[in-house]
């Protein structure tokens, strides 16, 4: 399977790395599965 892309948007250290979490449980994804890529 291809990886997913997160484009995060959140500013915040904390709040980024649960969105993050959250994709990846909700999805059952492993973290290869789910690259983060973050905007701010």
């Not at 250290?13 to 690259?35: I, P, V």
Request: hydrophobic share 45%; net charge negative; no cysteine.
């Amino acid at each position: 399977m291809k990886p997913f892309l997160l484009l995060a948007t959140r500013a915040e250290d904390a709040a980024a790395d649960n969105e993050y979490e959250s994709f990846l449980a909700f999805a059952g994804l492993d973290e290869r599965d789910l690259r983060r890529s973050r905007l701010e």
